[in-house]
C-alpha cells in the first residue's frame, strides 16, 4: 500500500466533515436571514434558494451541507403550498392551506437557524 501524504499542490475540492469556514457559515445564515426577510420583501427567498445552488458544492460533507438542502427544500416546498392554496382560495380551503404553508415556513426557519446556532445539522425530514 501506498501511504504516502498527499501533495500540498494538489487541490482539495471538498472540506472535511470538521472544517467549516467562516465564510460557509455566513452564507448560510444569510440565505436564513433572506428566507426570513421574506415575509417582507418576497424575492428576497429567491435570491436564498439561488446562493444556495451555487455555493451548496462548497459545503460537501460539512455540518452545513444539510442546511443547504433544509433551504432549498423549505424554499421548494413554500413555492409549491403557495400556488396550490392560492389556486385553492376560491373555493374557500385555499386560505387554509395558505395559512398552514407560512406556519410551516416559519417553523423551518426557527429550527433550521437553531440547529445552525448550535453547529448541529439537519435531517432531510419534511418537518
Do not use: C
Not at 452545513?64 to 416546498?77: A, D, G, P, V
Not at 392554496?85 to 416559519?106: Q, R
Amino acid at each position: 500500500m501506498d501511504n504516502q501524504p498527499v501533495s500540498s499542490s494538489q487541490p482539495s475540492t471538498q472540506t472535511t466533515a470538521s472544517t467549516v469556514t467562516e465564510q460557509q457559515k455566513n452564507v448560510v445564515l444569510i440565505v436564513y436571514v433572506l428566507q426570513a426577510v421574506s415575509f417582507v420583501v418576497g424575492l428576497t427567498s429567491v435570491a436564498g434558494v439561488i446562493i444556495n445552488y451555487l455555493k451548496r458544492d462548497e459545503v460537501k460533507g460539512t455540518w452545513l451541507e444539510s442546511h443547504m438542502r433544509w433551504q432549498i427544500k423549505t424554499f421548494w416546498y413554500m413555492l409549491l403550498g403557495g400556488f396550490i392554496g392560492f389556486l385553492l382560495v376560491i373555493v374557500g380551503i385555499g386560505f387554509i392551506i395558505l395559512l398552514v404553508t407560512v406556519v410551516w415556513y416559519i417553523y423551518r426557519i426557527i429550527k433550521g437557524w437553531l440547529a445552525y446556532n448550535e453547529g448541529k445539522a439537519l435531517s432531510d425530514g419534511f418537518l
